[in-house]
C-alpha cells in the first residue's frame, strides 16, 4: 500500500513536472523574448529616458515579462530559433522634448548590439546628435536617423546590409558622405532630403546599382549632372527626387534609359538646357514628372506622353516663358488619368492658343493650373463638368471670356482654391456660386472685368479665408447675407469696384479678419461699428471713398491694426483719444479729408513708418506724440495749418526719407539737425516762412540706399502650391515601408495647398527714392549764401530754392549736381557770375536764374543748355549772351532794359515746373504706398517652408 502510494505520488509529481517543463518550453519556445534582449532593452529604455524621462511606459518586466509585446518591438516569431528575436526597433520621436531642451542627446552604439537580428531601426526625430560607436549588425536592412541633429553618422563600412537609409533632416553637410556611401552596395532607399549637403553629384552613386528610390531634394547641391555613368546607371530607380537644389544644365540623355522610373522631380533647380522630351516620351512607367521653378527651353509635345498610362502628376510651371508646350497637333488621346496638372507660364500651343483638349478626357483631376499661358477663349465649363473632385483651378492671367456660366445643381465639395483673375470674363458672378463652391478657401476674382453685384450666396461659403474681387466694376450694395456668412474670412479685397451705400451690415461677423481693403469705391456713410468683432484686424483700407462724419473711437480696440488708410473721403472732427490705444501703427493715412486740431499727445506713434496728414485742417505745432516715431520712413504734413518751428526732434528720425512740410504755416530757421537725417531723399519745405540760412551741412544727407526691409506690401497674397504633389499618387518609394511609418518628405502641413502672403518685388524696387531725390525750400523767406556743400547731393533731381532772398554768387560746386533734371535759383538775390562749368549737366531739363542780380555772360548754350530760353535768364540786368537780347559787348555801354512778356513766361516756367516735380513725387508716393501684410499665420507657414528650403 505504501509502494503504491509511494509509486502514485511519484508519478504525480512527475506529470507536475512534466507539464511544467513542458509548459516552461512551451512558453519559451512560443513567445517570450530571451531574457538578454529584455535586458538590453530596458537598458536602452533608460537610455533614451536619461535622466528623467518617462518614455516607453510599457517596456516594463512586472507587467510583461514577454518584451515581444511591447510597444514598438516587432519580433520574428516566424524563424525556427528556440525564440522570437527582436528584428524592428521602431523609436521614433521617443525621446521627451523637455529632455531634449536640456541637452542634445547622443547613443551608445552598444546599447544596440544585443538585437544582434535587428533588421529595422528607426530612430527618427529624437533630438539625436549622433551614435557612439559603430552600430555593426550585420542583418541591419532600415536604418532611420530622420529628423536629427546629427553631428556625427554611423560608419557606413560596418552596415553592409542596409537596404534603407533615411538621413533625411539631419543638417548634414558633408559632402564625402556622398561618396562614402556609394559602398553600400545593397542600398534600395535612401533618403538624404531636407539637408545641408553641397558640391556636385558624385559618380560613384552611380555604383549603388540596386538603389530604387533616391531622394537628396532640399540641399544645396549644385554642378550639371553627368552625360554618362553616374545617375544612369541606376537600372532599378523608380523613385528619383533631386528637387530644390541648385543643378544646372540639361537633363542627360541617358536618363532615357532608366527604364524602371515613375517619380522624377527636379523642380526648383536651375536647369536651363533644352526641356527633355525624348526623356519623358521614352520613360512609359513615368507617374509623377514635376519639372517646376527651372528654365527649360526649346519645345514639348504633350502626345508623345499620350501613351503613358500610370501618369498622375504633370508638374510644370515655368520661370522662363519661353518654353513651348504644344497640345493639341498632333492630336491624341491619352491613356492616362491626371490628378495633376500644372502648366503654367509657358507658351502653350503657340498657334491655337487653346485649353489643350486632351482635358476632355480627364474626369480624376484634382489640380488644374493653367495660369500665365495667354490662352484665348471662352471659359473652359467642361473641365469643371468632367472633374467633380476638382481642389484647385487656377486659369489666372491668360485672355478667357465669359460667361461664367455654372450648373447650379452641381457641388464641388473638394474645391478649395479657385482662380480666375487677370482675365477678360466681361460677365456676371453667378448667383449660386456660393453655393456651388461650399468649402473654397480662396477665391480670386481680381481684374476679370466683372460686373453686377456680389451674389448673396457668397455667405454659404464659410471656409473662405482670402476673398479677392478687386479691380471689377462691381457695383451695389455688400449683401447681409454675403457679410454674416464668411466668418472665417481673413483677407478681404474690394478695392476699386463700384460697390457703393453703407459699407457693412451690423450682424456680420468677422472675427478672423485681418486685412480689409475697400479702398477705391463709392461707400457712403459714417464708418459703421460692424467691424467691432474683428479683434485681429490689421490692414483697414477705405481710403478714396464718400465716407463723412467723424473717425470712430471704437477704431482703438483694433489693437493689432498696424495700417490705418482712410485718405480722400469726407472724414472730420478731430483725431478720438481711443486711437492712442493702436500702438502697432506703422502706416497711418488721413489725407485729404476735413480733420482739424491735433493729433492727441497720448498716440503711441514708435513703431510708425509712414504718416500721411496732408490735406486737412490740422493746426498747431508739429505734434509732439510723433517726438518717439523714429521709425518714420516718410512724414507727410503738407497743405495744413501747422505753426511753429521745426522741432529739435525730428534730427531723431534717422531712416526718414520723405519729409514733406510744404504749405503750412512753420517758421524758424531750418535746424541743423536736419542734417542728421541721412537718408532724406525727398524734402520740401516750401511755402512756410522759414527765414535764416540754408544749414551747410544739408549735404551729409541723401546718402541712403534703402534697406530690404522696404520690400514689403501692401496685403498682397499669392497663391502658393505645396511643395510636392506627392500626395496625389498611388506608389511611393519613399512613403510607406512595412514596419516604418516614413512619413516622407513632406509633412502633413505641405500637402495641403497653402496659401501665403508674399512680398511682392516687383511693386517697388529697392531704391527707386534714392533716384528721385529732390530738395524744394521755395517760397519761404530764407537769407544768406547757397552753401557750396550743397554741390555736393550728387543724387539730387530737383532742386529748388526759388523766390527767397538769398544772396551770394551759385557755388561752382553745382555742376557736381549730374543727375538734376530741374534747377531752380530765380526770385533771389543771387550776385556774381553763372558757372560756366553748369553746361556739363547733361540731364537738365528746367533751369532759371531769373530775377537775381547775376552778371557776366550767360553759360554756353551748347548741350542741355542750347535748350533753355530768355526766360531762365531774364530779370538779371548785368547778365549778357545768348539767349538774351543784348549781347555782352552792348551791355558796357549802358543799361538795357529787357521786355518780354514777364509774367506768361514765368508762369508757364513754373507749370512746368511743378509738373516735374509733381511726377517726381507721385512716383516715390506711389513707391511707398507698401505696407506689411503680418499675418502670423501665413507667415508661419512661409518660415515652415523656408525652413524647408534653406
Ligand atoms: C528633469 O530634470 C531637469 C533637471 O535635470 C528638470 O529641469 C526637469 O523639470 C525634470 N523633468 C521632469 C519631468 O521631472
Ligand atoms: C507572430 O506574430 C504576429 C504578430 O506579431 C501574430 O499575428 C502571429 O500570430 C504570431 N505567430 C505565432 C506563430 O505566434
Ligand atoms: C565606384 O565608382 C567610382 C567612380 O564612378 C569608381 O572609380 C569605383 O571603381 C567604383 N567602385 C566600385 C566598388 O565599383
Ligand atoms: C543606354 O545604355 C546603353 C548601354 O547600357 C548605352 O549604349 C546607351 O547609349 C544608353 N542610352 C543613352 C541615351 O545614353
Ligand atoms: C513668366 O516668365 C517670364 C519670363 O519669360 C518671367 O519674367 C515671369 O516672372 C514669369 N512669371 C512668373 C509668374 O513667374
Redesign the pocket.
Known sequence: MDLCITLLLRWALGLVVCMMVVMVNDRNIGHACSEGERIALLKLKDAIND??G?ALPTWDSHNNNDCCDWERVICDNTTTNPRPVVTQLVLDKIRDV?LAN?AYWSLNASYLLPFSELQVLDLSWNYLTGVNGVIRLNNLQVLSLKGNPLTQVPSLDELPVVQMLDLSFTGLTNFHFLQEISTLSKLEVLDLGNNLLSGSLPGSIGNITSLQALSLSMNNLVGSLPTQGGLCKLKNLQHLDLSHNQFVGQIPLCFSNLTSLHVFDVAHNQFQGVFPSLFMSSLKSLSYVSLSNNYFRGSFSFSSLANHSNLEVFDLFSYNSQLKVETENPPFIPLFQLKVLRLSNCTLNEHTKGIPSFLLYQNDLRVIDLSYDSIIGRFPHLILINNTRLEVLDLGNNFLTGPLELNCTSRYQDMNTLDISHNPIKSEIPSCVGTIFQNLRVLNMSKSELHGVIPASMGHMALLMILDLSSNSLSGLLPAEFLEGVKSLEFLKLSKNNLFGPILSSKAELGQLRVLRLDNNRFTGEISDVFMNSSLLRVLDMSYNHLNGELPGWIGSFQQLSSLLLSQNNLQGVIPQELCKLNRLTYLDLSKNNFNGTLPSCFDMSKLRYLHLQGNQFSGPIPNALANSSLLLTLDLMNNKFSGEIPSWIGTFSNLRILLLKGNNLEGSIPTVMCQLRHISILDLSHNTFSGEIPSCLNDASSGLLDPLDNIIFGEYFIMFPIKFTKYISENLLHVDNGIDIQGLVSDEEQEVEFMSKSRLESYKGNILYYMSGIDLSCNMLTGAIPHQIGNLSSIHTLNLSNNHLSGPIPETFSNLKQVESLDLSHNKLVGHIPSKLVELYSLSIFSVAYNNLSGTTPETKYQFATFGESSYEGNPLLCGPPLQHSCTSISGGESVMHSDLHAEENEFRDNFMWSFAATFVVSFLGVIVIVYFNPYFVSRIFSCMYRII
Do not use: L
Request: proline share 20%; net charge negative; glycine share 0%.
Open positions: 535622466p528623467n518617462t523637455e536640456n
